[in-house]
């Protein structure tokens, strides 16, 4: 991320530019560049950078948009506008994908935005390598600058983690699917253990006459299905055996009472 | 996306509700609840959210976050706190293919938002299916509120274009998470219909004194988790109903036999 720069091009409000900081500081990138901004930072620039003020004030102030990416490998330019130019023109996802190995590769790269009414002027679009359009509704595609800001500094976040994650894992499986995802540190429960469970719990259905003359076959099969899906860890079940455990004892206690 | 609701829960600052509404719709999304919002929308509002004035004066108010998921199936919370939830946790990307599967197939979903300061409380969360945590910088983490709401929005979108392009998403989600593979062929029970069923549990567990003096809290806590984890459809949710209506009658006629 460290050779990754954010440039801004003729940004007309100070305070967006304290939003884009903003942006790009929770996304983990710090190089910020602005290219004839009408206005230099003011104090709205930093309220709105928020914690962020040590990027604003790392920022550099530059002339032109040539000028910010004199030293650059890759540029890419983001716009709304995808007919008229004759870039070839990705999505965020895969324009951070581009940017993330580039600058793994060792590359300084650009990622460069445009006038918050107009965007970037179509001479600044030839100094880009590439396009970047965020494919927003055609019938509102009007983010602001801090927000195309952030969706773009949010995938090369996503680009960059992805990358330097150890088994560089491609889709990570939802951790429901795999059993052991989130917090949850508790070992997954074993057949064996769910099959314990399931015995318990037909001798509790039994206990408190669940099935009334009817094979308990079709509920248990339902109820194995809904636990099974469940992914329980050890914990649960004993959890969930403990209060078998108690149903258990208190239709024991009731047999014993009608007894007498 | 028109299955998909945003939901902002105690909102301190009226001008980020229209910031909200504007980044919904620049991603294609329209259905915006307010749960106790600390004011109502207000001239800043409007202002902020520019051209999306339709989705803030189609914004309805709710007096907390349960109405405003009633009538939904799946409820994801977006949260920065990592650690001390026990919620699954999936990242923006892994939230959005869910809620959008779970959208195609019939379901209501709804992506809910905390207070600008202090996020989501503990009872919230527990109303919540998952938590989605957007995986910001850890020395500055400090999304506002409608760059979180862009970021979630930006991947629903994406999601959405994947999943209705003609070369049909390459990585079909599980069909036990998305919730209507294999032979399930019910509706899956709506947030009324678990609040419901947790009810009746706590009243079960009262009933057979399965806490014995402990505080039910960390129980159900757990018991809440691998149920609302197991996304059980309507006609489970009847069978594991059925099942402690005859748990507390055995308890019932236990406590009348020890009266005599």
Redesign the interface.
């Known amino acids: 991320m460290a050779r990754i720069r954010v440039v801004l091009v003729g940004t007309q409000h100070p305070g967006n530019i304290g939003s884009a900081a903003?942006?790009m500081?929770?996304?983990?990138l710090s190089r910020l560049v602005l290219a004839a901004p009408e206005k230099a930072p003011d104090r709205d620039s930093y309220a709105l950078a928020?914690?962020?003020d040590d990027v604003l004030a790392a920022a550099t102030v530059v002339p032109d948009l040539a000028a910010a990416v004199a030293d650059c490998h890759f540029v890419l330019g983001c716009t709304a506008r995808s007919r008229r130019i004759a870039l070839e023109q990705f999505?965020?996802?895969q324009a951070a994908a581009l940017c993330e190995a580039r600058a793994r590769a060792g590359s300084e790269v650009a990622l460069v935005f445009g006038r918050e009414r107009t965007g970037l002027e179509n001479h600044e679009l030839q100094l880009c390598h590439a396009a970047v359009h965020?494919?927003?509704?055609p019938a509102?595609?009007?983010?602001?600058l801090?927000?195309a800001v952030?969706?773009l500094s949010?995938e090369l976040?996503?680009a960059s983690?992805a990358a330097s994650a150890p088994a560089a894992a491609p889709?990570?499986?939802?951790?429901?699917?795999v059993g052991d995802?989130?917090?949850?540190r508790e070992p997954p429960a074993s057949h064996a253990q769910m099959e314990g469970f399931f015995g318990q719990l037909g001798q509790a259905?039994d206990?408190?006459?669940?099935h009334k003359g009817r094979t308990p076959e079709a509920?248990m099969h339902?109820?194995r299905r809904?636990?099974l899906?469940?992914?329980?860890d050890e914990?649960?079940v004993r959890?969930?055996r403990?209060?078998l455990a108690?149903?258990e004892?208190?239709?024991m206690?009731?047999a014993a009472?009608?007894k007498r």
Chains 1, 2 share one sequence.
């Not at 206990?207 to 669940?210: P, Q, Y």
């Open positions: 903003r942006a500081k929770t996304m983990g928020a914690g962020a999505d965020p996802r965020i494919p927003a509704n509102y595609s009007s983010l602001n801090a927000a952030q969706v949010y976040r996503m983690l889709a990570p499986l939802p951790a429901a699917i995802g989130g917090d949850r259905l206990a408190i006459d669940f509920a339902k109820l809904l636990f899906r469940a992914q329980l914990r649960e959890l969930l403990g209060v108690d149903v004892r208190t239709a206690l009731l009472a009608q």
